[in-house]
């Protein structure tokens, strides 16, 4: 299977939960960058108007498929999980007159160096483009000074500003996440306009400084406000992780990747185009052969994704720079598919969504801390070691209270994460929940630490526990009344729990990664 891709940039097969958003962008070959973008931009308005777009592909029933039915005939059709996508909640009729615009809790905008609107969360871009002239106002009064303006406070609102040529985006937020969480959300904001552009959308600036790049985006909101909204459950703990983090994000799995040692893909790229993908309803109706651009791989020059949804749950995307490999890349998923098919692996990717991930209730109670344990560094009181596992349960959730956890290899750079459990199980307290753990990292970062660092927090929420070491970054979250001693008890207990299942949760070995 692996020489059928070899010649391939990359071939990854992810498994995600079911959602349903709406919009096409399917490229054709031998075109340069300009033309490709103008037919994208099409598409996009067109689909967004309601019309269908049809895909690069439009074959159905060609040479192999007959296969893959038999296959999955004798193979049983996988049932999948569907879900329900969600829409945003922009309203066009809103401007920053309205009292409704005004209390939302976090804007993004984007605009260029001449103050013209490009995109904006709330509300329409050409109703609000005398805020984004202010925007740019206050941005251009800085630079003329020889400075650059990073962020402004005022009162609760936090305005964080990047500038990426004539490219600007802003964030206002009152949300309370630290500078560096939102600026790393407008960084991938920018990497997503790239990813569906290119860069070498500047070179339209350069010919024509008050160059109008909102038709080109036209009808790709859907794809932002995905990605935006997705920042609501993004744990920025650890800026380099984002492979891990795609998972944790976007309700996705990678499940395995493959390509040559010298064709990485960094995992920015992987989240902006695990996005791109799940925004659209017509990658999941027909195979795909789409135009895209990997900002970190090639920020000037668009690569081809070919997607195909080996079900409602899991797809398989190859990627390669050639423009016209659509008919080889076709061959080559047709006999992965079969091959996953007659063994069976898509039934397992499928049982393994449903059974979900590791879980506070399943913490193994051993009595006696490890070598090297958190006691040692936060609180000097052991527990008693007679205390029974009913003894040690405060609530619900795990052992001590536990309500959730996090633990980042640094070696690997990796993390996993625990399921949610009650009382944390509603979106709202999943978000509250993140944003502390933004903060604590904040706080934990905001200078040097040496090989041991530990903060213990107690609000009427939780009872956040941090521990940083060479090996490791470890978060966890108990019931606000549980007992400080045998939450470090339970926290050496999850740490060399999630050491010994090391080689089932995380990518160890070589992988076609660049971090």
Sequence with gaps: MSSAVEDQFASITVSEKSRSHSHASNGSPNRDAGEIVEERAAAWRSEAEGHPVPSSSGYSGEIGEDDIREARNAGGQVDGVSGSGLQGKRRLDEDDASVSWRKRKKHFFILSHSGKPIYSRYGDEYRLAGFSATLQAIISFVENGGDRLKFVRAGKHQVVFLVKGPIYLVCISCTEEPYDALGMQLELIYGQMILILTKSVNRCFERNPKFDMTPLLGGTDIVFSSLIHSFSWLQVLCSKTWLILVSYLLYLCVVSIVGAQKASLHPDDMLLLANFVMASESFRTSE???????????????????????????????????????????????????????????????????????????????????RGSLLSHLGRQKPHMQDSPKEASLGIGGPAGLWHFLYRSIYMDQYVASEFSPPIDSPRQQKRLYRAYQNM??????????????????????ALLCWVTQDFEFYAAFDPLADKALAIKVCNQVCQWVKDLENEIFLLGASPFSW
């Design 288 to 370: 795909s052969f789409s135009p895209i651009c990997l900002p970190r791989y090639n920020p000037m020059a668009f690569l081809y994704a070919y997607v195909h949804y080996l079900d409602v749950d899991t797809y398989l995307m190859l990627l390669t720079t050639s423009s016209d490999s659509f008919y080889h890349l076709k061959d080559c998923r047709i006999r992965i598919e079969v091959s996953l098919l007659k063994s069976n692996v898509l039934s397992e990717i499928q049982r393994s969504m449903l059974d979900g991930g590791l879980r506070v209730e399943d913490v193994p109670m051993d009595p006696l801390p490890h």
């Design 441 to 462: 990292y904040a706080s934990m970062h905001a200078q040097d630490i040496g090989p041991h660092k530990t903060q213990f927090r107690r609000d009427e929420s939780y």
